[in-house]
């Protein structure tokens, strides 16, 4: 297993594949950070041939104003371990394709510096893959791909010559989990190719709902939404108000979601249900691209298991407690984990998991597949399971797995 691949993960994939996991307990003078290195030297990462070789540690540097990415402690304590190994490790991301801080190299670089993530901070350097403008990209052929025959990744992590993704696991308000899978496959994408993944379907506005505040038509890089009818909406105060209410061009609309992400009134929906579905085979394939062929290694950290995204300029109350860090080789099995161990916990109150139980209990009661499964029950038009199920079916990895516990 020196230098472990994506093909070799999926040599045998009736085989469980091995996950470490540790809690995030300290005792005596051992640090989180101590033990994050204790467990992925545990985990193998010492198994991979990194002298003299380009490190790229795939990380989601979070939005200006969200708190919940993961701290720069974590990445350098990864950097130090590939320096120790000989590696040349650099931080790296794609730009995004929706309004924010890190549509363009510089914004991203500036986000990220300024969320703490410094080269004198992390040991490294950040190197934004897919270039000023998030056109640097390489066109990779899909092993097994049904929905992408060439995925279009970040020219900087196709060149190097090792992948390590570091996780921040949380809920996904379309992806219905934000795991190593997602880090990877959607964060890897040059902006086209996030456009890819995006493009199965085309959000929907529910005029009832819509109450006018623009968010929508702000967060939109494309000039899709409008407001070019009214209705008439009641107050609670009794007052009848003119709203104006959203429309969505789906001749200038890409699909990225994040109108959907950005309404707090639950009144943009996904065009069609397989658009979920689509996003995540396609997340799924361009995970695939990425790993393929090369030397790979994951780590997840359960912390601050927000429901959404760190592409949000907030983040709201964790679903669920503390969990722990994971460590693989295998990038299915990960989330996998990380899913299981998060099912397992209680909910915690006053979240958005909590009111949308309440909220689904009011119109009639709770859907079976949300009953259990606290990711489908904070998004219930989300499948989180389409991309553990592709990913297995594509050879990326497998669902079964042995977790081994670092104490």
Known sequence: ?????????ATNVDAPAKVYFTNLRTHGRESQLDKLKRLIKRAGIEQIDFENKFVAIKIHFGELGNLSFLRPNYARAVVDVVKELGGKPFLTDCNTLYVGSRKNALEHIDCAYQNGFTPYATGCHIIIADGLKGTDETLVPVKNGEYVQEAKIGHALMDADIVISLTHFK?????????????????????????????AGRPSVDEDKCIGCHAC???????????????????????????????????????CGRCIGACNQDAVKPGYDAAVDVLNYK??????????????????????????????????????????????????????????????????????LTEMRDKLEAAGGVPERCQHDHFNMTHPDTNWRSMIEHGEKIG?????????EVK
Not at 396 to 404: A, C, P, V
């Open 283 to 352: 997340i799924a394939e361009y995970t695939q691209a990425i790993v393929q062929d090369r030397p790979q290694f994951h780590i997840s950290l359960a912390m601050d298991v927000s429901p959404n995204c760190d592409c949000h300029p907030e983040n709201d109350t964790p679903i669920v407690p503390d969990m722990g860090m994971f460590a693989s080789f295998d990038p299915v099995a990960i989330d996998q984990a990380c899913i299981d161990m998060a099912l397992q916990m209680p909910a915690m109150p006053n979240t958005e």
């Open 1 to 9: 297993m020196a230098n472990a691949t994506a093909t070799d993960a």
């Open 217 to 255: 038509e702000r967060i939109c890089a494309h000039g899709a939404v409008s407001f070019p009818t009214t209705r008439e909406r009641t107050l609670k105060s009794g007052k009848v108000v003119e709203t104006p209410v959203a429309y969505i061009d789906h001749d200038r609309c890409l699909g």
């Open 396 to 404: 990326l990895g497998t669902s079964k797995y042995e977790l081994i």
């Open 171 to 199: 809920g996904h308000e379309q992806a219905g989990f934000g795991g190593c899978m997602k880090n990877l496959g959607m964060g890897g994408g040059s902006r086209a190719g996030k456009m890819e993944q995006h493009a």
